[in-house]
């Protein structure tokens, strides 16, 4: 896999980059006088890239990055963020892995990965065609999240969930189905692969029935389904919830 360039915006989001030390960062723009520049922890920071860091006039910083919400901060980094999925064979205990099918929004799909952090899950999974991957508009609505869980790229997520299926996880998709059980009604414990799909086409049909169960959530009113990144964290924290009791 390549590595491509990026660039983050905002205090949360860069010092989430230069805490990890795992990019090779092309440059620090810091607005003089901003939140930013009199931030400790950033301060701190930039005492490991000295020759990265750049200051600018207020009238300089806006005129590059005055259409950005950026709190005073940039970073440009250079980086390889989705990997191969591995093998868990070997893995005991309770794992969870998100497979997303067709999520195209970068709203979402950012949302998701900072989600997935929150409530511990062990890896994402993102298919190479058909689907949205880690542009900056992700990696800005995740505030830096991507950075602390791995991130699998997959030719095929059918070919990923039999994978899995022999490393001994179980499938679960979020699907609106008559087949489908209550969130709260499924065991999440043990070794679990959470399947969502997007609002508009759901999860493909070779990828819905490799899953063992289908679990929905119920609506009330008019509206007949959550967004998925809603939806994703009802999921993961009934998991977390199932798991600390």
């Known amino acids: ?59 300089e910083f806006t005129q590059t990055y005055g259409q950005h919400r950026t709190q005073g901060i940039v970073v440009h980094f250079i980086a390889q963020i989705e990997e191969d999925l591995p093998s868990f064979n070997d893995d005991s205990g309770n794992k969870c892995i998100l497979a997303l099918d067709r999520i195209e929004d970068p709203q979402n ?3 998701i990965i900072r989600t997935a952090v929150c409530a511990g899950v062990d890896g994402i999974i993102i298919p190479k065609h058909d689907s949205c991957k880690i542009t900056d508009s992700v990696i800005q609505v995740s505030q830096g999240a991507f ?19 022999k490393d001994g996880f179980w499938i679960v998709a979020v699907e609106n ?12 414990k043990g070794k679990i692969a959470i ?17 063992d169960f289908q679990t929905t959530i119920p609506m009330q009113g008019k509206t007949n389904s959550l967004n998925v990144s809603a939806a994703v964290s ?5 998991r977390l919830r199932q798991l600390s009791g």
Request: charged content about 20%; some cysteine.
């Open 1 to 59: 896999m390549s590595k491509d360039k990026h660039t983050i915006f905002g205090i949360n989001g860069c010092i989430a980059i230069l805490s990890t030390r795992k990019y090779k960062i092309s440059d620090i723009i810091i607005q003089n006088g901003s939140k930013a520049e009199s931030n400790g922890q950033i301060t701190h920071l930039l005492g490991h890239y000295g020759g990265h860091v750049k200051f600018l006039s207020r009238s």
């Open 109 to 111: 799909l950012g949302q």
């Open 147 to 165: 950075t602390e869980i791995p991130i699998y790229l997959v030719n095929n997520i059918h070919q990923s969930l039999e994978q899995l299926k």
């Open 177 to 188: 189905s008559v087949d489908a059980k209550d969130w709260h009604k499924i065991d999440y």
């Open 195 to 211: 399947v969502a799909g997007s609002e508009g086409r759901g999860i493909k049909k070779i990828v819905l029935n490799n899953c």
């Open 234 to 238: 009802v999921i993961l924290f009934e």
